[in-house]
């Protein structure tokens, strides 16, 4: 008899804690006694969503999923990995970035690759880079996970890391004739878009709450991260503003707002985000393929 693996095997009888309100629930409830909300259960998984909450899923999934990428990004082509400066240690080949869903005005504008607006934040450009942006990741997602809820913290970052994309691209497409300084981006890779939306969202946290200690402390590790953008080289400052107004911006939707129980299309929405990702990155690689 074939066996699932534990995280889609479906618990169908019992009680469990309603993703919402935390309270006890049957598992077949339509609608949580306590709280209101649909699918208290959802559909069997709910469990596995009070793991993912409890025990930093979206954490561990960054964390992993974007080392395996950039190791990836390093065995396609060996041959041209290389280091450029004392910093940009075991920097992958262009090529190998572009296959596995690099963005920028390249990608976006000549190749037509758009759904790599969602890939490029999985991807890095050297050892560096990784580390310190897993780093900040680290540091900055306990909090969000705790005044946001993982349902709609996976929303904030993806969508973050859409907006910091989208506006590297579009600048360094109509904003030729920029300094090199103020250019976006031609091709980018990095989680950092998507970690200055979450110094965004901490802001809006600590507007929204009151809490003026949070609100100054991530506005000026965010004003400090921007300060180290215009001091070294090759770094998306455009990116590292769109994220931090996305993840501004996003918490001020009525439905994305901290501390308020989640819903059930909220936690349908983080799943479409994570789906959509998981499903971008193969069609990069298919494509890339294709085109060669």
């Excluded at 979206?58 to 004392?86: D, H, K, Q, S």
Aim: a positive charge; hydrophobic letters at 50%.
């Amino acid at each position: 008899m074939l066996t699932l693996p534990p995280w889609l095997q479906r618990q169908t009888q019992g009680v469990v804690n309603c993703y919402a309100c935390q309270k006890l629930v049957s598992i077949t409830a339509p609608t949580c006694t306590h709280c209101g909300s649909q699918q208290p259960g959802l559909w069997g998984y709910g469990r596995h969503f009070r793991k993912f909450h409890h025990q930093g899923g979206f954490l561990a999934l960054i964390t992993w999923g974007c080392v395996a990428l950039y190791l990836l990004t390093l065995l396609v082509n060996v041959r041209g990995v290389r280091t450029e400066m004392p910093l940009e240690i075991l920097v992958p080949d262009t090529s190998s970035l572009l296959m596995f869903g690099a963005t920028g005005e390249i990608p976006l504008f000549t190749l037509h690759r758009w759904w790599t607006l969602l890939t490029a934040a999985w991807l890095h450009g050297h050892v560096f880079h990784l580390g310190f942006n897993l780093g900040w990741i680290r540091y900055l997602m306990p909090l969000a996970l705790d005044f946001y809820g993982a349902a709609r913290l996976v929303v904030l970052y993806t969508g973050s890391a859409i907006v910091a994309a989208l506006l590297s691209s579009v600048v360094a497409h109509y904003g030729s004739g920029l300094p090199p300084l103020l250019q976006g981006a031609y091709i980018s890779v990095g989680a950092s878009g998507a970690l200055f939306g979450l110094f965004g969202a901490l802001v809006a946290h600590g507007r929204q709450t009151g809490s003026k200690a949070l609100e100054e402390t991530m506005a000026l590790y965010a004003g400090l991260g921007f300060i180290l953008g215009f001091t070294l080289g090759s770094v998306d400052n455009w990116a590292h503003l769109g994220g931090f107004l996305g993840g501004f911006a996003l918490a001020y939707v009525p439905g994305l707002r901290s501390r308020q129980p989640q819903r059930l299309y909220e936690v349908v929405l983080a799943l479409v985000c994570l789906g959509a990702t998981a499903l971008s990155l193969v069609v990069s690689v298919l494509h890339w393929w294709w085109i060669q």
